[in-house]
């Protein structure tokens, strides 16, 4: 059993540095990132929505420029690797014409994650697909918001508190009567304002928080001195009052937990099915891309899995069926659920481990929490909320349990397959009615290294 020790963890992701001591060398569609399996595209997906046009344009980018496969993220992009270092004016090309670039000035800043079921399942006080057009065409319409880094992000909650509980910088809420709120960093405190001005609200904040940050070498709104992170939310009412919008304080418990959505056939929905499918390790091979695609719109959810919106009813339990066929996880049981990793070796040259294969060896019955494998320190795109973190050290794997940026009982298991198998189980604990867990279909039921996830 691992020992009781709180500490703080020990290292967060690139993603959460603190201060502009250099550039914002945050990948995207534009500027690419050199890997050690090739070059990288973060294609910026905001609320993960997706045409079937869209997504078969990314699958035909990745089979001719990359390495074939599609990497979701823990914001809902996409990810292409292993590209030819001079593919980017034909990516560029391509996403254009498919209405994946709106703004190159601004592709980077495009961070939004939203509800993924939002108007699906008659669960949420309201849609927010509408927020989402809105903020989005805010943002690419503003020539301030370049200046947001590409680890800024927003976050568009129906009020099921999804969303909310993933620490975005700026939260809009929905609630009863027309209403929404708006969160300003990680605290309780909230604004509320009319729902049709809420995207307007989320820019404003933001262009505040880019005043706070010229002064402060901030990147996100956690980054702020603890004085001017409690002066935003006033500023930011100052703003919205000066422009006309109504707007007053509030307080809203952020949830502790962020929950994704269980998967199968989504209830709800009387003329059109959606089903939510998970991607082990977030990885798809062309042919389960193509599958995808080709089944209806997709949101990409912030935990790596996929919601297939506009099937026919009468198709969607044989789609189901191929999905799991194709090694996609459709339904409670399956051991992947919860398990995730970052690149590792052989893509990154900072890992210490392949945590992906080591992930797969370990995998076994689905675990009371979830479980994150890193390569270093750095522990790129570990998740929110309450979790096990095994970390590659050179002394072998660090397995703590993680509570937002707290850890405890750390120990250090050597690299032995077995033990490091046993260790990750018992610190997951069981779960014998896993929620959101999946089951695998035929090509997905082996316990070693699911399709797609191949480092």
């Not at 010229?214 to 603890?226: F, I, M, N, Q, S």
């Amino acid at each position: 059993m691992l020992a009781a020790m709180p500490a703080s963890l020990p290292s967060r992701s690139p993603g959460d540095a603190c201060a502009r001591s250099s550039g914002d060398a945050c990948p995207g569609a534009l500027r690419l990132h050199r890997a050690d399996d090739g070059a990288l595209a973060r294609i910026r997906i905001p609320g993960g929505a997706l045409t079937p046009r869209q997504a078969g344009v990314l699958g035909q980018a990745a089979e001719r420029l990359g390495d074939g496969e599609l990497h979701l993220t823990s914001r809902g992009n996409v990810q292409l690797r292993g590209l030819a270092p001079d593919c980017g004016t034909e990516l560029a090309a391509l996403l254009g014409e498919a209405g994946l670039l709106p703004s190159a000035r601004h592709e980077r800043v495009r961070n939004v994650v939203a509800s993924p079921l939002s108007g699906l399942d008659g669960l949420g006080a309201a849609d927010v697909r509408p927020w989402l057009t809105g903020l989005d065409g805010l943002l690419c319409a503003s020539d301030g918001a370049t200046a947001l880094s590409g680890r800024f992000l927003f976050a568009l909650d129906d009020g099921r508190g999804d969303v909310d509980a993933l620490g975005a910088d700026l939260t809009l809420l929905a609630v009863g009567a027309g209403g929404g709120l708006l969160r300003v960093g990680p605290g309780d405190a909230v604004l509320r304002v009319p729902a049709p001005d809420a995207p307007r609200a989320a820019l404003t904040a933001a262009e505040a928080f880019l005043d706070a940050a010229r002064e402060t070498g901030a990147w996100r709104v956690k980054d702020l001195p603890d004085d001017t992170a409690a002066a935003l939310p006033a500023e930011v009412v100052r703003r919205l009052r000066e422009a006309g919008v109504p707007v007053a304080p509030d307080r809203r418990p952020r949830p502790l937990e962020a929950l994704p959505p269980a998967h199968g056939r989504v209830p709800g929905g009387r003329r059109e099915a959606s089903l939510s499918v998970g991607v082990p390790l977030g990885r798809l091979d062309p042919e389960q891309w193509r599958l995808l695609a080709g089944a209806g719109g997709l949101r990409l959810t912030p935990w790596r899995g996929a919601v297939v919106t506009g099937v026919a009813p009468d198709r969607a339990d044989g789609l189901l069926e191929e999905l799991s066929a194709a090694g996609l996880i459709t339904g409670p049981g399956s051991p992947w659920s919860g398990v995730g990793a970052c690149i590792g070796q052989p893509g990154c040259a900072k890992s210490l481990a392949d945590v992906r294969a080591e992930a797969g060896a370990a995998v076994g019955p689905p675990g009371r929490l979830p479980v994150y494998w890193s390569g270093c320190e750095r522990r790129c795109g570990h998740p929110h909320g309450e979790w096990i973190d095994v970390v590659a050290t050179p002394d072998g794997h660090r397995i703590s349990h993680a509570r937002g940026e707290s850890a405890t009982g750390a120990a250090t298991v050597r690299n032995d397959p077995a033990a490091l198998a046993a260790a990750v189980a018992e610190a997951r604990g069981t779960n014998p009615e896993p929620r959101g867990a999946h089951t695998p279909g035929a090509r997905g039921a082996r316990t070693s290294e699911p399709r797609g996830a191949r480092s």
